[in-house]
């Protein structure tokens, strides 16, 4: 995505807290959601271990909320003893 003025990523941000579970978001809205790129997203498409997707069209990727917010809690980590090296 384009640079984008902290306005308009806030304003990302806020539509995402607010939707529902079941809300889907473009790989280009996630990435300003969670502050990564969407080269990384494809990445973990391709590699696996990222956060799951629907694939409606060669073109046409979504990622679901609740997805999203699995993802995070799976990624919470309570010490730096869980951390790999």
């Known amino acids: 995505m384009k640079r984008m003025k902290c306005i308009d990523k ?9 939707a529902n579970d079941d809300a889907e978001f473009s790989p280009e809205s996630l990435a300003v959601i969670l502050d990564v790129s969407t080269s990384w997203l494809q990445k973990k498409r391709c590699e696996g271990g990222g956060i799951p997707f629907s694939k409606v069209h060669y073109r046409k990727i979504f990622y679901k909320k609740a997805d999203v917010l699995a993802y995070i809690e799976r990624q919470r980590i309570h010490s ?6």
Do not use: G, L, Y
Request: no cysteine; glycine share 0%; aromatic share 6%.
């Open 80 to 85: 730096t003893s869980q951390m790999a090296v």
């Open 10 to 18: 806030q304003a990302e941000i806020e539509k995402f807290n607010a």
